[in-house]
C-alpha cells in the first residue's frame, strides 16, 4: 500500500494556467507538508499543516494555495503558472506525538510549465 | 540561525570504495538528525536517524553517528555499489514545524 501518494505524477502545463496537485496519506499521521524541489535538487518547505490548520506558511507567491479538506489530504492549487513554478513538488507526512518527527514523502508531482 | 550544511557534490566513487558524506548543524539545541536518500525519479526516503548524542543510525550498510562535540553526522559507507547512486540529504529536526534539510550531494557510482 502507498503510504504517500500524489497526482498527477507529471504536469505539463502553459503559462497562465491554474492547475491544482493532490496529496493524501494512508499513514494516519496529522500533519503534512508541500516542498518544492528545484533542478540542483534543493529542497524548499513552502507549506505545513497540523491537523487541518496552517502552521508553516513560508514565503511562496500567494498564487499557491494549500487546501486541507481532511487530515489525510493536502492539495496545492497554483493560479497563473509562471515559467519558474517549473520544478518537482514533494508532498510528505509525520506524526507529532513520535519523538523522532520523522516525514515520509510522496513520490513527487513533476510541473513543466511551457 | 539553526542549520544543516553537507558536502556539496557529486561525489563519485568506483564500486566497492568507502563512502563519507559530512553533515554538520549549527543549532541552539538538541535536533533529532537524519539522512534520507533519494533515487532517480523518486521522492526522499529515511535512511537512517539518531535521535541523541553518541546514538549511531544504520541501515542497508550505512551509518552514521551523531556527535555532540563536533556537531557532526556524517555518513559512511564501507563498500558502495552502483545501486547507491543517488542524492543523499542530511536533516536535523527539533519538532514537527521547525527542522532543516540540507542542500543535498549526490553520488554517482561507477562499475
Known amino acids: 500500500d502507498t503510504a504517500v501518494s500524489q497526482t498527477p505524477k507529471y504536469l505539463v502545463t502553459q503559462m497562465g494556467n491554474d492547475k491544482s496537485i493532490k496529496c493524501e496519506q494512508n499513514?494516519?499521521?496529522?500533519?503534512m507538508y508541500w516542498y518544492k524541489q528545484d533542478s540542483k535538487k534543493f529542497l524548499k518547505i513552502m507549506f505545513s499543516?497540523?491537523?487541518?490548520?496552517?502552521?508553516i506558511n513560508e514565503t511562496v507567491p500567494n498564487r499557491f494555495s494549500p487546501k486541507s479538506p481532511d487530515k489525510a489530504h493536502l492539495n496545492l492549487h497554483i493560479n497563473s503558472l509562471e515559467l519558474g513554478d517549473s520544478a518537482v513538488y514533494f508532498c510528505?507526512?509525520?506524526?507529532?506525538?513520535?519523538?523522532?518527527?520523522?516525514?515520509?514523502f510522496g513520490p513527487g508531482t513533476r510541473l513543466t510549465v511551457t | 540561525g539553526d542549520s544543516v550544511t553537507q558536502m556539496e557534490g557529486p561525489v563519485t566513487l568506483s564500486e566497492e570504495a568507502f563512502l563519507t558524506i559530512n553533515c554538520t548543524y549549527t543549532?541552539?539545541?538538541?535536533?533529532?538528525l537524519f539522512w534520507y536518500v533519494q533515487y532517480p525519479g523518486e521522492g526522499l526516503q529515511l535512511l537512517l536517524k539518531?535521535?541523541?548524542?553518541?546514538d549511531k543510525g544504520s541501515n542497508k550498510g550505512f551509518e552514521a553517528t551523531y556527535r555532540k562535540e563536533t556537531t557532526s553526522f556524517h555518513l559512511e559507507k564501507g563498500s558502495v555499489q552502483v545501486s547507491d547512486s543517488a542524492v543523499y540529504f542530511c536533516?536535523?529536526?527539533?519538532?514537527?514545524?521547525?527542522?532543516?534539510f540540507g542542500s543535498g550531494t549526490k553520488l554517482n557510482v561507477k562499475p
Open positions: 510528505a507526512s509525520s506524526q507529532v506525538e513520535t519523538t523522532t518527527y520523522e516525514q515520509y
Open positions: 499513514l494516519g499521521h496529522d500533519t
Open positions: 499543516y497540523n491537523n487541518k490548520e496552517l502552521i
Open positions: 543549532a541552539t539545541g538538541y535536533p533529532s
Open positions: 539518531a535521535t541523541k548524542a553518541d
Open positions: 536533516a536535523g529536526v527539533y519538532n514537527f514545524n521547525k527542522f532543516y
